[in-house]
């Protein structure tokens, strides 16, 4: 990893994110404005899944609804992501948050595609029973709180310092 | 008692130290203030897109609005609770700084472009409730709003990036260094 990470840093696409102040700042502002619209898609998707939103609406009409945005607005953070990876690899790579954030965020994208696939496949089933499954309305709170952690723990790349030994990011 | 004089009151309180002191305290309150101000963007971003007629627009404006508006507020305190917090470690930095003082008068425009929103089109809402998009002034608004919030985003952003904890002096004589074992 360190040796990718020596790689990315020489590569002349993160020279130039290096030398030019604005561009992680803009970034990551962007990362933020989808993470807003990916934040609010499964909070109403969960919401109606657990009664408290959107009841006029059935699951398939609510998922219709926020489901493209989830993907469209996912798509915007790999694409910001992937960015800040390569202009500041050793401050993403190394660090311990960005990891445990990684395998989240693959729990959560996998979780969100299984939903709508099997939601496409059996409609009715899920109209009529799974989605009142007290299981399910579990499972809803799960994948909020799945995502609220993966907000935070980008956050916390920032900071990695804080996991002491587990750390391998240069200090800011 | 002149505003410097209040800043470093702030700074010097309990709270603010406590928050500097700690390894752990201000990096959990600044992902906080991310998740609340993602959410609270998020939500406003879905009423506004309803009255700009994008999206949403097979639900009556009013059900989308009272489904929604509710959890806005609940990550708006999130939101300001965090911010204060932060504020009150480095008052005198953020207060002096331009991309903080461009974000406070940002939000207060935003407060402002929703009071609009309830003096025009929010007065005639049973009109146009379930019609595919808002009278103009409605969208008018629902466009400044996603400006606005958009721009604030950026602005809190920048804040981080130009008031460096390197400012940020611990109140003892801590070595971060320490605090790890060798």
Redesign the interface.
């Given at each position: 990893m360190t040796a990718l990470t020596e790689w990315l840093s020489q590569t002349s696409i993160s020279l130039a994110i290096q030398t030019h102040d604005w561009v992680?700042?803009?970034v990551?502002?962007v990362h933020?404005?989808a993470?807003?619209?990916?934040?609010?898609?499964v909070?109403?998707i969960d919401?109606r899944i657990l009664g408290l939103?959107?009841r006029?609406?059935s699951l398939t009409?609510t998922t219709g609804?926020f489901g493209p945005?989830l993907s469209g607005a996912l798509c915007v953070l790999l694409a910001t992501g992937v960015l800040m990876v390569i202009g500041e690899p050793a401050r993403e790579l190394l660090a311990f948050s960005f990891w445990l954030k990684m395998f989240l965020v693959a729990v959560g994208t996998v979780t969100a595609a299984v939903f709508q696939i099997s939601l496409r496949r059996n409609e009715i089933q899920w109209e009529q029973s799974v989605a009142k499954r007290r299981t399910t309305k579990w499972l809803a709170l799960a994948t909020l709180l799945i995502w609220?952690c993966i907000?935070?723990?980008?956050?916390?790349i920032?900071?990695d310092?804080?996991w002491?030994?587990w750390s391998r990011a240069p200090?800011a | 008692m002149n505003i410097s004089d209040l800043l470093g009151s702030v700074e010097g309180s309990t709270v603010a130290t406590t928050i500097r002191n700690s390894?752990?305290l201000?990096?959990?309150i600044?992902?906080?203030h991310?998740?609340g101000?993602?959410?609270?963007?998020?939500?406003i971003?879905?009423i506004d897109l309803r009255l700009l007629g994008i999206?949403?627009t097979?639900?009556p404006f009013t059900?989308v609005a009272s489904?929604?508006l509710k959890?806005t507020w609940v990550a708006f305190g999130l939101t300001v609770t965090t911010g204060l917090l932060m504020f009150i470690t480095n008052a005198d930095v953020y207060y002096h700084n331009f991309f903080f003082r461009s974000k406070m008068a940002l939000l207060a425009l935003a407060g402002i472009n929703m009071l609009m929103f309830e003096l025009t089109a929010g007065r005639s809402v049973h009109r146009w409730d379930k019609d595919q998009s808002a009278p103009l002034a409605g969208k008018t608004v629902a466009a400044v709003s996603l400006l606005l919030w958009?721009t604030i985003?950026?602005m809190g952003?920048?804040i981080?990036?130009t008031t460096s904890r390197a400012n940020l002096k611990p109140d003892t004589d801590v070595n971060?260094e320490d605090?790890?074992?060798k």
């Open positions: 992680i700042p803009t990551q502002s933020i404005v993470i807003g619209v990916v934040l609010a898609s909070f109403m919401l939103a959107g006029d609406q009409e609804r945005w609220v907000v935070i723990l980008g956050r916390l920032a900071y310092h804080i002491g030994a200090k | 390894l752990y201000f990096p959990l600044e992902s906080f991310v998740v101000l993602s959410m609270v963007f998020g939500t971003a879905i999206a949403s097979r639900r059900r489904d929604i959890w958009i985003i950026f952003r920048w981080g990036f971060i605090l790890f074992p």
